[in-house]
T-cell receptor
Framework: DSGVTQTPKHLITATGQRVTLRCSPR?????VYWYQQSLDQGLQFLIQ???????AKGNILERFSAQQFPDLHSELNLSSLELGDSALYFC????????????FGSGTQLSVL | AQSVTQLGSHVSVSEGALVLLRCNYS??????LFWYVQYPNQGLQLLLK??????LVKGINGFEAEFKKSETSFHLTKPSAHMSDAAEYFC????????????FGGGTRVLVKP
């Protein structure tokens, strides 16, 4: 058990809808990272928050947004969903601002029908 | 921008045989390099990392990797495969101490035959 909690584990929704994925980092970790894993794109870095502030941005679509709350949990919001957004979304956390050792959650499997 | 190439999306090894997973990187500055493992239905777990210093790095579960700057490689090895090593392995890179984006390779799925 990595100590990183992601909910829900599975999510099935329709095109055009909006969903929210939730992540609780390990106790004491200040950074949260979001990754998307799909068969065709592999593991893609989306965004990182450190102590409530956005720190790094990757290949995140404009339809996607994230935030980190004062209690350090994070939410990834996906809107106007398309079939191609179907993927496994991972959250990871680290103690500091640099990704020298990431602890990954078990992921949220999103299926857009 | 940094990038990682893993040669071979699938590798099959016999139990007890050498495991060799290849990783080549591209980085404009001295990189930090990582290997992560993903077991079925789980998140990724750090196996080992190279930041500075000794170029031969030992990790968990008997794995090790060697940073070779001249070859821009960071291959992962284990002398003797075990059935429990069946998983997907990812090589990753950041731009050294200043790197705040971890870029992953495409992954190599390892099958261990009895």
């Amino acid at each position: 058990d990595s100590g990183v909690t992601q909910t829900p584990k599975h999510l099935i929704t329709a095109t055009g809808q909006r969903v929210t994925l939730r992540c609780s980092p390990r106790s004491g970790d200040l950074s949260v990272y979001w990754y998307q894993q799909s068969l065709d794109q592999g593991l893609q870095f989306l965004i990182q928050y450190y102590n409530g502030e956005e720190r790094a941005k990757g290949n995140i679509l404009e339809r996607f947004s994230a935030q980190q709350f004062p209690d350090l949990h994070s939410e990834l919001n996906l809107s106007s969903l398309e079939l191609g957004d179907s993927a496994l979304y991972f959250c990871a956390s680290s103690v500091g601002p640099m990704p020298e050792k990431l602890f990954f959650g078990s992921g949220t499997q999103l299926s857009v029908l | 921008a940094q990038s990682v190439t893993q040669l071979g999306s699938h590798v099959s090894v016999s139990e007890g045989a050498l495991v060799l997973l290849r990783c080549n990187y591209s980085s404009s500055v001295p990189p930090y390099l990582f290997w992560y493992v993903q077991y079925p239905n789980q998140g990724l777990q750090l196996l080992l990392k190279y930041t500075t210093g000794a170029t031969l790095v030992k990790g968990i579960n008997g794995f090790e990797a060697e940073f070779k700057k001249s070859e821009t490689s960071f291959h992962l090895t284990k002398p003797s495969a075990h059935m429990s090593d069946a998983a997907e392995y990812f090589c990753a890179v950041t731009k050294g101490a200043a790197g705040n984006k971890l870029t992953f390779g495409g992954g190599t799925r390892v099958l261990v035959k009895p």
